[in-house]
């Protein structure tokens, strides 16, 4: 039978925004001594603008947004809302055989023109010469090639949450000794984003499979591996890890129907308010 206690514990989880799916997470969310974490939609707020736009190899800049922006405008991934957003409502051109590539990029036909939109990875992977100019460093960037032509780059940004650091703060306070953050997104940004947040370690340019193989990796018994994530991709690794957590605001299905524990307002600081909550109820009950 469960203590009457752990009904309280996740009573109050609940009145929280934090929804357990039953009293064992209360326990394994006391036990958790690392964290694995998804950056977009997670600890940043998933939300893209363009910044920059620089043609390459005598491309035009309104040409290289519009092809951008046709690719993306059946995909769902933040990163396309931004470029097609940014076009301000002008008609985009039709692509055949479209296909996304998950933590990749897009590839696509618009007119007879074979296009590419993605990370540097993907242009890499069908063969693209790289052009890099240093927008690397600074932006989460989208590379276009026409006809395996490098024809420029898309730099784009996504902002801390709020409370992202406050709460890497909290969960160091609460016992959890390792905070790691995974990102399909390049290192270099990735890196920016750990040093401002004080987290231990931060893997960049992963894809879904890898950052799956990171958390099997770290999976012992002498540990509480928790993972938290908001997007599609990250429902098998919600469901690997001993605590899997989603982000449930703007999270999927996917990742809510997986997860053990659901926050629902997409605060990062929800989670060690959990694990609070989880240790006051272990007193109680015990
Ligand atoms: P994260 O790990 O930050 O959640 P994803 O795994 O969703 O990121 O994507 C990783 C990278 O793959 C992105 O930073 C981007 O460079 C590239 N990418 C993925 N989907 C798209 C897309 N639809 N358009 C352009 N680039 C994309
Ligand atoms: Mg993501």
């Known amino acids: 039978s469960i203590p009457l206690g752990y009904f309280g514990g996740i009573g109050a989880a609940s009145q929280n925004g934090i929804l357990l799916k039953g009293s064992d997470f209360l326990d394994q969310l006391r036990k958790m001594n690392m964290l694995f974490m998804d950056k977009t939609g997670t600890l940043t707020e998933g939300t893209f603008e363009v910044q920059e736009v620089h043609p390459l190899n005598g491309f035009d800049r309104e040409e290289l947004l519009l092809l951008a922006a046709s690719l993306e405008q059946h995909s769902t991934h933040p990163i396309a809302k931004a470029i097609v957003d940014y076009t301000n409502g002008q008609p985009l051109q039709s ?13 696509g036909e618009i007119g007879s023109r074979s296009i590419l939109v993605g990370n540097r990875d993907w242009l890499a992977d069908h063969g693209v010469q790289y052009r890099g100019n240093g927008l690397d460093e600074t932006y989460t960037c989208v ?3 026409v006809e395996g032509v490098h024809a420029g780059i898309i730099g784009i940004a996504d902002r801390i949450k709020e409370d992202s650091k406050k709460a890497i703060e909290d969960l160091r306070g609460l016992g959890i000794s390792e905070l790691i953050m995974l990102s ?24 879904p499979d890898e950052k799956y193989r990171q958390v099997e990796e770290a999976l012992q018994p002498d ?12 429902a098998p690794v919600i469901t690997l890890a001993d605590v899997g957590i989603a982000m449930g605001g703007i999270g999927s299905d996917a990742t809510v129907e997986t997860a053990d524990v659901v926050i ?23």
């Open 223 to 234: 540990r509480t591996v928790g993972f938290i994530g908001d997007g599609v991709n990250d």
């Open 264 to 286: 629902q307002t997409d605060q990062p600081s929800k989670i060690p308010l959990a694990i609070d909550i989880a240790q006051f109820t272990h007193r109680v009950v015990w």
């Open 143 to 145: 590379h276009v090639a």
């Open 184 to 207: 399909g997104d390049n290192q270099e940004v990735v890196d920016a984003i750990a040093r401002k947040l004080g987290l231990d370690k931060a893997y960049g340019n992963l894809l």
């Open 95 to 107: 692509v055949q055989r479209q296909q996304e590539s998950a933590g990749r990029g897009l590839e």
